[in-house]
């Protein structure tokens, strides 16, 4: 199994440049091609109206984002042009969240990067990662606001309850976890009782074992979704996890998402990569 196509999105945020080397390395171990989707933050003009001179304001607005898009368009372009891997540039135009569902839905994966209070340039829409998360169809690779990551899936945390998403989450995350050390976190969250139709998690670990994974099971009482999520940060700073691979729970479309506890938790908290699978 592999990745045959990797997507990349890329803002003007200091944390696009790490995910875009994350996805390249990526890219070169799956012998992938990787998608540069370019897409950032893009003003509500109906309202800008209101205000003195709102035309030149819109003007100026527009060229000084265009200039920045051409500056990481560049910088894209530098480091590819030595690159044995087959490479696409893109940008999008209109609402960021409408246009990269539409773009991202060709990905095999799409790499993300977790929302940075610090850095006004990371934002690009309201819930613009739980958006790709939950209505993509693609798994998405989430990237934390800091720290620095090399590499993913040496060591990797895989929630699994039985169901359907997290289901999905392994599946999608095969490629990264074939030779890997896994930890299976089995836990259900205290208004979720294990359904009839759950699969063991005898199953998933048969399923890793067969893509040469070495792997350990670890037994989560049941809990609110903050503190599961909270035992599954902890469980795999215990691993010593590169990444962490869930299936995302929610429902609704857009900017009226209502995310699972868990996907939520995770989202706000992660401290390696988090794959999310929906």
């Known amino acids: 199994?592999?990745?045959?196509?990797?997507?990349?999105?890329?803002d003007t945020s200091a944390r696009a440049l790490h995910r875009f080397k994350l996805g390249t390395q990526l890219a070169h171990t799956h012998r992938s091609r990787l998608v540069g989707l370019f897409a950032g933050f893009a003003p509500e003009t109906t309202w800008l109206y209101l205000m003195k001179e709102a035309a030149q304001y819109l003007k100026e607005d527009h060229a000084r984002r265009e200039a920045r898009r051409d500056a990481v368009r560049q910088r894209f372009?530098?480091?590819?042009?030595?690159?044995?891997?087959?490479?696409?540039?893109?940008?999008?135009?209109?609402?960021?969240?409408?246009?990269?569902?539409?773009?991202?839905?060709?990905a095999s994966l799409l790499i993300a990067g977790q929302f940075d209070a610090n850095d006004p340039h990371s934002f690009v829409a309201?819930?613009?990662?739980?958006?790709?998360?939950?209505e993509s169809g693609r798994p998405v690779l989430v990237?934390?606001?800091?720290?620095?990551?090399?590499?993913?899936?040496?060591?990797?945390?895989?929630?699994?309850?039985?169901?359907?998403?997290?289901?999905?989450?392994l599946h999608d995350a095969l490629p990264l976890l074939a030779g890997s050390a896994v930890k299976l976190f089995c836990?259900?969250?205290?208004?979720?009782?294990?359904?009839?139709d759950a699969a063991p998690v005898s199953h998933a670990a048969r399923l890793l074992e067969r893509q040469g994974a070495t792997v350990s099971i670890h037994h989560s009482p049941a809990g609110a979704d903050m503190v599961?999520?909270?035992?599954?940060?902890?469980?795999?700073?215990?691993?010593?996890?590169?990444?962490?691979?869930?299936?995302?729970?929610?429902?609704?479309?857009?900017?009226?998402?209502?995310?699972?506890g868990v996907t939520r938790t995770?989202?706000?908290?992660?401290?390696?990569?988090?794959?999310?699978?929906?």
Not at 126 to 134: D, G, H, R, Y
Not at 143 to 153: K, Y
């Open 1 to 10: 199994m592999a990745y045959h196509t990797i997507f990349v999105h890329l």
């Open 77 to 106: 372009e530098q480091e590819m042009s030595d690159q044995s891997i087959e490479w696409e540039w893109r940008n999008v135009e209109g609402d960021p969240v409408t246009a990269v569902l539409r773009e991202a839905r060709e």
């Open 126 to 134: 309201p819930k613009f990662v739980e958006s790709l998360v939950l």
């Open 143 to 169: 990237v934390p606001s800091a720290g620095e990551f090399q590499h993913v899936g040496q060591r990797a945390l895989v929630a699994w309850d039985g169901g359907r998403e997290a289901a999905r989450a």
């Open 187 to 196: 836990a259900n969250t205290a208004a979720q009782a294990l359904r009839a």
């Open 228 to 260: 599961i999520g909270e035992r599954m940060l902890s469980c795999a700073a215990d691993f010593d996890a590169d990444l962490i691979v869930m299936g995302a729970y929610g429902h609704g479309r857009f900017r009226e998402l209502a995310l699972g």
């Open 266 to 278: 995770l989202l706000a908290s992660m401290t390696v990569p988090v794959l999310m699978a929906h």
